[in-house]
């Protein structure tokens, strides 16, 4: 059982820019794939992108070329740099490593 907790989430303006961090109690070195997933009042919970300890990546279509996950394994942490961000984009977002996942953290953009 990994412990998750995510930071940097709050207020900005539409295209303004977040960094969310996802900070892990142990090693993630052995989790193969991690992920950030999002949800929005009345919404399903989507993927918005995943990793792999490889480093390769995927993305929503809706936010590709806008944010930039990432993860260090030498300081159990993993990262989602958002950019250019969006009025849809607004939702909490939650850290995922199989099977854990962490507590949220709210991101809201208005002008």
């Known amino acids: 059982q990994v412990q998750l907790v995510e930071s940097g989430g709050g207020l900005v303006q539409p295209g303004g820019s977040l960094r969310l961090s996802c900070a892990a109690s142990e090693s993630i070195f052995s989790i193969y794939a991690m992920g950030w997933y999002r949800q929005a009042p009345g919404k399903q919970r989507e993927l918005v992108a995943s990793i792999i300890s490889g480093g390769k990546t995927n993305y929503l279509d809706s936010v590709k070329g806008r944010f930039t996950i990432s993860r260090d394994n030498a300081k159990n942490t993993m990262y989602l740099q958002m950019n250019s961000l969006k009025p849809e984009d607004p939702a909490v977002y939650y850290c995922?490593?199989?099977?854990?996942w962490g507590q949220g953290t709210q991101v809201t953009v208005s002008a």
């Open positions: 995922n490593a199989p099977p854990d």
